[in-house]
């Protein structure tokens, strides 16, 4: 297993960041690894609510299937999918509102057998897109 998290705090309300954490139309304008919806993102945005997503994971395309599993509309996200070469990936994205600006933090996990061989380069990689997606995502709402 590979475990990333990557926290921000972006001087912003929870409503602005979590409509542009949710805008699956333009979700490649913050999120680093994204590519591209095959059939478009999950509409309507529900817990059981299946997509797929095309990504960059370690520089190279992943195509996953993703299932929605947690919804608090400006609070939580969580996702699971399952990706190339049997690895199942889980993805949480969590807002915690204080005052006028709101804590962001991104939780991912990896887990599968092709995992263990490449752990370490998978974490570095994660958390510098997850890092990176922050960036731009708190540029988006300032």
């Known amino acids: 297993m590979a475990a ?10 929870a409503g602005p960041i979590w409509e542009q954490l949710t805008d699956f ?3 490649g304008r ?5 590519t591209g ?9 529900r817990v059981g609510a299946e ?18 599993r947690e919804l608090l509309p400006e609070r939580l996200l969580e996702i ?15 807002l915690e509102p204080d005052g006028e600006a709101t804590t962001v933090r991104i939780d991912g996990e990896f887990t599968g057998a092709a ?15 997850l890092e990176s997606s922050l960036h731009e995502l708190a ?4």
């Open 4 to 13: 990333v998290t990557a926290q921000a705090r972006i001087e912003a309300p």
């Open 25 to 27: 139309d333009h979700y």
């Open 30 to 34: 913050w999120n680093a690894t994204h």
């Open 37 to 45: 919806f095959p059939q478009g993102g999950p509409d309507p945005l």
């Open 51 to 68: 997509y797929e997503e095309n990504m960059k994971l370690m520089g190279f395309p992943a195509e996953v299937h993703w299932t929605v």
């Open 80 to 94: 699971r999918g399952k990706g190339p070469m049997g690895v199942t990936l889980t993805m949480r994205y969590a």
């Open 115 to 129: 995992v263990s061989l490449m752990a370490a380069k998978l974490k570095a990689s994660a958390s510098t897109a």
């Open 139 to 142: 540029a988006l709402v300032a």
